[in-house]
């Protein structure tokens, strides 16, 4: 797995899905400044990358859940790793709605979900884990047991962990903030001194550069 962190770490530098800029930082919806930008719905436009993925996902499911009924993704960007999952598993998908639909049956779950069924959630990034376990609850509520959230990417954010941990559900992930440094040092994309800084923004994000 560290190998494979590192390698989708380089994968999204590479493609640009993941930018760093410590110096002019970007500004999030919640008005976070942050060095990072992470768009992982980039990597859908490059087979090998997303096919890299997919086969992460799926190893990591095949340790870890092999009694895995349903493969879950949350909209939109989890769904199109979700299919690719579950089509290298041969397992049903569904996909988790950020609201039940306003018309006809209101769905928030589309898809099949028989109650009982086990489910791993795909999600493509962590930031505070918000949207990620709201979708988690969503299939719980829903009859499904989530036996785990997997994702490309987290932020590592303590809030998001605790959240998940407090939840008692199990997160995964096949790159980290961590790993992306380490290898961003190696590319030449950071400078060494940049690291300290840069790991001072996650421990805490609401302060960086005030």
């Keep these: 797995m560290l190998n494979l962190?590192?390698?989708?770490?380089r994968s999204l530098l590479q493609i640009g899905a993941i930018s760093l800029r410590p110096d002019q930082p970007f500004t999030w919806t919640s008005?976070?400044?942050?060095?990072?930008?992470?768009?992982?719905?980039?990597t859908i436009?490059?087979?090998e990358i997303r096919s890299l993925i997919a086969e992460g996902f799926a190893s990591v499911i095949?340790?870890?859940?092999?009694?895995?009924?349903?493969?879950?993704?949350?909209?939109?960007?989890?769904?199109?790793?979700?299919?690719?999952?579950?089509?290298?598993l041969h397992l049903p998908m569904i996909y988790v709605r950020d609201k039940a639909k306003g018309h006809g049956k209101e769905n928030l779950?589309?898809?099949?979900?028989k109650p009982g069924q086990k489910v791993v959630l795909i999600e493509d990034l962590i930031s505070t884990g918000g949207s990620s376990l709201k979708a988690a609850l969503g299939v719980k509520e829903a009859g499904g047991e989530v036996l785990a959230t997997l994702a490309i990417f987290t932020y590592q954010f303590a809030q998001a962990e605790q959240a998940f941990a407090e939840k008692e559900i199990p997160l995964r992930t096949l790159s980290n903030y961590t790993s992306l440094l380490e290898t961003a040092v190696k590319q030449g994309a950071i400078q060494e001194k940049d690291v300290a800084y840069l790991q001072s923004w996650r421990e805490n994000p609401q302060q960086f550069g005030k």
């Excluded at 962190?5 to 770490?9: D, P, R």
């Excluded at 092999?66 to 993704?73: E, L, N, R």
């Excluded at 199109?80 to 999952?85: G, L, N, R, T, W």
């Design 62 to 88: 095949r340790e870890f859940y092999p009694q895995v009924q349903v493969i879950a993704g949350t909209a939109t960007a989890g769904i199109p790793h979700a299919a690719f999952v579950a089509e290298k």
């Design 5 to 9: 962190s590192e390698t989708i770490a």
């Design 31 to 42: 008005g976070i400044k942050s060095p990072i930008y992470c768009d992982n719905r980039l």
């Design 109 to 113: 779950i589309e898809g099949v979900l």
């Design 45 to 47: 436009s490059y087979p």
